[in-house]
Every structure is written in C-alpha cells, then in structure tokens.
C-alpha cells in the first residue's frame, strides 16, 4: 500500500466519524446511561423505603401508641415540604411522567421532571413511610425514572422530539426495576404512557 492509499484509506475511516455519525452514538450512550442510572437509583429507593418502612415498624412494636403522636407530624411536614419546595412530586408519579410527554415548552417538563422533583419524590415518599402512610414506592419510581431519562437527554443535547421517547423509556423502566418485571414495563409505556403500539 502506497502513502496515498494508505491516506485514502485513513481518510474514509475518519470521515465516518463525522457529526452526523457521532449523533446516533451520543443517543445510544446516553439512553444506556440513563437506563443504568435508573437501575441504581431504583434499587437505591427500594432499599430505602423497605428501611423506612422498618423503623415505622420498630417504633409500632416499641410503642403502639406513638404513631397516633409522630404520624400527624410526619404527615403535616411532608405536606409543607411538598407545597414549598417540589409541588410536581405531590400524588403518584404516574400523572406528571404521562403530561411530561404532553406539555411542549422543556420549562414545563423541567417542572414536571426536575432534579428538584426527582430528589423530593424520593425524600418525601421515604419520609412519609417513617410516618406509616400507605404509599408505595412504585409510582413514585416512575416519575424518578422518567426525569433520570429526560435529564440525561437534556444533559446530552438530544432533540425534544427523541426527549419524548426518552421520558417514556424512563417512566417503564420505573416500572420494570419497582416491580422487577421488565415486560410489565413495556406494557405500562404502551397502555398508559404512550396510548398507543407505535
């Protein structure tokens, strides 16, 4: 091979590697990533609930009198922090991960999927099973997975049409690391997420 074959060649090899092939690799990365990331912080969260669940327990069994005392309180904090730091992680999940998808403006998806709301979904829902309240942590998952994938894209520059996908992928994934069920994942983004096969 000649020096100007072997520059031919070299050449050819690295205009693959231009913008318009990096694109596809970019959303590949950051749509693993963001699904590894889900997967730890969803374990993280089962694990966390399950411990704040037993120190509920062990406060019933110290004093079956105590949770008329500390409940209300818990209650009445989760309340006030919810209203004055993350109002987007009041109810399941499940609502603001499906109007993520809707709304247009990334303003009004940042309000829904925030880090804020991410944080205090997780925080809050812990908080609320010291206090004995009867939440699970499997909608909350969802909206936790759907704003780890949508801040993943918006970290990794992808277009708002492919966020939409993103935030979908990451409500099932919610789905699918809370109940350890992958398929049941799939189903929940075409039933309720997507409404939709496609």
């Known amino acids: 091979m000649t020096k100007q074959e072997a520059y031919e060649t070299g050449k050819r090899f690295l205009s693959g590697f231009g913008r318009d092939s990096i694109v596809p690799w970019r959303n590949r990365f950051v749509f693993w990533s963001g699904a590894v990331v889900i997967g730890v912080i969803a ?3 089962a694990y966390i609930s399950d411990y704040a669940q037993m120190l ?3 406060v019933v069994e110290m004093n079956r009198a105590l949770p008329i005392l500390i409940s209300p309180i818990i209650f009445a904090l989760s309340a006030w922090l919810t209203a004055r730091f993350c109002p987007y992680a009041r109810s399941s999940g499940i609502p603001q991960a499906i109007a993520a998808r809707e709304v247009e ?3 009004q998806k940042n309000a829904l999927l ?3 709301n991410v944080l205090g979904k997780m925080a809050l829902t812990a908080l ?3 206090g004995g309240a009867s939440v699970g942590r499997e909608g909350p ?3 936790v997975g759907a704003g780890l994938l949508y801040l993943a894209g918006i970290h990794g520059k992808i277009d708002a049409g492919l966020c ?3 935030i979908l992928a990451g409500a099932a994934a919610g789905v699918a690391a809370a109940f350890n069920t992958p398929l ?4 929940f983004a075409i039933e309720e997420m997507a409404r939709a096969f496609e």
């Not at 049941?184 to 189903?187: F, K, M, P, T, Y």
């Open 128 to 130: 609320a099973l010291v």
């Open 105 to 107: 403006t990334n303003e």
């Open 114 to 116: 925030g880090i804020r």
């Open 141 to 143: 998952t969802v909206q």
């Open 43 to 45: 374990a993280g969260f």
């Open 184 to 187: 049941a994942g799939i189903v």
């Open 164 to 166: 939409r996908s993103l």
């Open 56 to 58: 509920f327990t062990d």
